[in-house]
Every structure is written in C-alpha cells, then in structure tokens.
C-alpha cells in the first residue's frame, strides 16, 4: 500500500537420564473445503487453478486506507456494498492489506467465492509488522503469534489465493538490511503452513516501486533452497501514465529483465495518476507479449482515499458513488478477454542467484535471522487466537530472533553451500523428548523447513 532460522535447538543434556518420547503426530488439518472455487497452485513461473492458467485481474481493497485501518470482510454491509461492484468490474481477485484476525470471515468470504473471486491476503497490520527502522526487535515472536494466527483464520477457504508476508518494507537504498527480515518471516509462514498440515498456500513479497533495488530483492527472494524461496514476487509498478505504450511505459524492458525468473510475478499495484487514467496497460498487461512472465496485476485502488487513486466513492456502509475511473476500468476489462492456454509460461525453472552486495543492496549472502525461540511452540499447538486490531503493538513486545543480521554482514556463502544452510534454519518440532529429572525440555525437528515477515 502506498504510504509497511536457523534453528537448532542444541540443548545440552543437564541431567544423565533422557528419555525420548515417540514422534508425534502432526494431523492433516481441515484446510480447503470452504467455497466452490478451484484452489490455486503455483507450477513454475504462473498460477494455475486446476488446469487451467490463472491470471490476477484485481483491485487493491482498503475502504479507509492505511490511516483508518478497519478490516472490510468483517463488516457484511460492507461486503454486500463492494460484491457487486466487483462483479459489475468483472475481476477475479481482490487484495486486502489489513484484516482483523480474531473476527469471522465466513460471510464475506462465502461472497466472494460466489462471486468467482480470490483474496490476496497481507497477514501485516500497522501495529504487528515488522519495522523497516529497527527490524531486528520488531522480528519476535508476538508478531509470529499474529502472523500465524492469520494464516489459521483464513486457510480454510479455497479462495484464499495467497498470503503477503510483507509489504513495502525495502523502500529505498538505506532499508536494504531489512530484506533477511522479510524472507525469514516467508520462510516461516511456509514452515507454518507445512507444519500445521493445511495445503500449499502460494507466500511472497509485494515490492516497492524502487528502480534501484526491485530487481535485486526479486532475486533475493528466489534465492537458496525452495524451503526459503518465495512462492511468487509482486511488486508495485506505477511507470505506465497515460498516455503511454509497452516501450514508452519501460513495461518492455522489465519483460526481458525478469524473462528467466522461475517464480511467479506479476503487479501489486499498478495505475499511475499523473495525467488521465485510460487503462491501456490492460489490454498489454494480459496480451502475449507479457503473459510468458506475468501473471496479471492489482488496480490501486476500490476506494478512494487521500491519496486520489480511488475507483468509488464511499458514502455510506450501503452505499458507493462510481468515479470515472470505475466506468473506465470496467471498459478495458471487458474489451480484454481472458488470456488462452497456458500463455507461454515456464514449466521449469531454476533459483536465482542471490545478488551480490552493492551501493543499493546492503546485503551479502543468504543467511537469515533463526526464528524466535518462544515461536517455535506454534508449529505444534498452533498459534491461538489473534490480536486482531485491538492488541498492543508487538513492536517491541516479546522475544526477538537470538541472531541478528548486520548490514552488509549476513555471510557470502556460495549459493549452494547457504543453501543448505538456510533450510536448515529452522527445524519444525515433531519430535518431543518427556522432561528430564532436571525439569529440562529438549524440541528438536526432522524437518527442515522456514518462510516469513
């Protein structure tokens, strides 16, 4: 939105007598049997929804903006009110940046699965997130608590597309050190998501639209061992202003930049404001000559707010007045059917190479920050209730990560030897040991795994 491990538990054994404890179980959780839509997969660099390739064609959705933060798919007016508008656009996707997670979302997510559409869901609120100025402390595991408390609420619904395990955080040169942070959090979503038994929820990133670095996080992302890796990469893009074209915009080049990325990409936000907005990026947007490397994009935004990218007017919890932008919009997507076939996507694809340190990345290697050692209690008993938008900050709440990554410090490993490393980087418990005479418990994983921010 415009204007947000390595683990090994190595307890030494205090007292002579250990007893091990057989494995336990980690059960298949109900996950994906809400909604009639297909749920989405990722297989190689698109989205697909059985066999069929899926492309986001979406709007960004926040009725009250970062400012008035307040979860729209708890509110059933709201949801009624919005439906239809969405309809009447006749997309498929929306992205919600801010949800309460100790609310019920059955209602309005039953609607938008009627209504044939997917959420793309940020897990970060204003006040759980993690802090681009002091990332290190704001890594801890009442943030994680929140985090996957998200991931529990909403990982029953087939129309979950996929979660955001950030947004934004890298926004400039100086904020580079904190990119460890956003991947160990996709790291750890990933590990949670697998632990707790629900299906291959798609995680990633939504970048900024910084010219100096974007490329540079894509490929840090991509980087390492798949249990680290994002599921796909999005970044917000606001270069085509109207009038302009596919190599007037630069939209080309960036085609051929990432034309070799393995993971699926595509627009977070998208639709400049500088002149008139006349949607011609659509028709390129889902045309040939980018389909073999995106996979759709987000309008910025439903409603309008300071910022004046709005597409509808709130007037009430019933009630919205269409802008021009909203008839506009409604146009190019009906003039611009759905792509056919598989749109030339890469089936197979390798990981990036982790970019090397530079004046505008701080970044060296692939280490991450290990997991904070209280949350790692979540992988078995799951994380509970959400604080929802009501909680204290987790900011400075908790316990941090008992590693810290420093800028420009984070190791310079090859890729394949950080690779095993940084899978390694957080073990998932599913082996206990019973308690020792010295009251000591030891958890240690079979599993090597991670993701998260």
Not at 35 to 60: C, E, H, M, Q, S
Not at 223 to 244: I, Q
């Amino acid at each position: 939105m415009k204007g947000v491990g390595a683990f090994i538990a190595a307890s030494a054994a205090l007292c002579a007598n250990t007893v091990l404890a057989t494995p336990t179980k980690v059960e298949k959780r109900a996950s994906g049997t809400r909604g009639n839509l297909p749920t989405v997969t990722v297989k190689g660099n698109a989205f697909f929804a059985g066999d069929d390739r899926f492309y986001i064609r979406g709007v960004d959705y926040q009725p009250g903006g970062a400012a008035n933060a307040a979860d729209p798919l708890a509110d059933r007016d709201v949801c009624e009110r919005d439906v239809e508008k969405f309809k009447e656009l006749g997309i498929n996707t929306v992205r919600i940046y801010t949800i309460d997670n100790s609310k019920d979302h059955d209602y309005c997510m039953g609607l938008l699965d009627e209504a044939g559409i997917y959420l793309a869901l940020d897990v970060n609120t204003p006040d759980y997130s993690i802090n681009r100025a002091d990332p290190h402390p704001s890594y801890n595991d009442v943030y994680l608590q929140s985090v996957f408390a998200t991931i529990d609420a909403f990982s029953k619904y087939n129309n979950l597309l996929l979660f955001f395990s950030a947004n934004e955080v890298v926004d400039s040169d100086n904020t580079t050190h904190c990119a460890p942070y956003v991947k160990a959090v996709t790291r750890d979503m990933k590990a949670y998501i697998k632990a707790r038994g629900y299906r291959n929820i798609p995680v990633g990133y939504s970048a900024a639209d910084v010219d100096a670095n974007r490329y540079e996080m894509a490929q840090y992302m991509n980087c390492g061992s798949d249990d680290v890796r994002s599921d796909f990469f999005a970044f917000n893009d606001y270069s085509w202003c109207d009038p302009s074209t596919f190599q007037q915009s630069g939209w080309d080049q960036k085609v051929r930049t990432y034309s070799n990325y393995s993971i699926p990409l595509f627009l977070s936000e998208y639709g400049c404001i500088t002149n008139t907005r006349q949607w011609k990026e659509i028709k390129t947007l889902y045309s040939d000559s980018m389909t073999g490397v995106y996979s759709g994009g987000l309008v910025y935004e439903y409603t309008e707010e300071e910022a004046g990218y709005g597409l509808v007017e709130v007037q009430s919890d019933t009630k919205v007045r269409e802008l021009e932008d909203f008839s506009t919009l409604k146009a190019a997507f009906k003039a611009t059917p759905e792509p056919r076939g598989d749109g030339g996507y890469r089936e197979n694809g390798r990981a990036s190479q982790c970019p090397p340190q530079s004046d505008t990345w701080d970044v060296s290697g692939s280490e991450l920050p290990e997991i904070p050692t209280p949350a790692k209690a979540f992988f078995q008993k799951g994380a509970g209730r959400g604080p929802g938008l009501s909680g204290d900050s987790s900011q400075y709440a908790g316990t941090p990560s008992d590693s810290e990554i420093s800028s420009g410090t984070s190791g310079g490993e090859s890729e394949s030897a950080t690779s095993t490393g940084a899978a390694a980087s957080l073990h998932i418990p599913e082996m206990s040991f019973a308690p020792l005479v010295c009251g000591f418990v030891v958890l240690f994983s079979s599993l090597f795994g991670a993701s998260l921010l």
